[in-house]
């Protein structure tokens, strides 16, 4: 019997991704890729964008 080692894998709060953004665009699609939620920092502000069972997206502070 062999060992296997496993290695952490990064929570989606915590990985490093790129979206494109088009003529000013950002694609839903892309930003929620991984994740239902995504945070955004605004100056010293954190939002969370969440999308919802409906489709619907939800903007919090």
């Known amino acids: 019997m062999g060992i296997i080692k496993l290695r952490p894998v990064p929570s ?11 003529d000013g665009r950002l694609n839903s699609a892309d930003l ?4 239902r939620m995504v945070r955004i920092v605004h ?12 489709n619907k997206l939800i903007l919090t502070k």
């Open 43 to 54: 100056g010293d502000q954190v939002y969370t964008l969440t999308l919802t069972s409906k």
């Open 12 to 22: 989606p709060e915590t990985q490093v991704r790129t979206v494109a953004m088009v």
């Open 32 to 35: 929620f890729r991984v994740a």
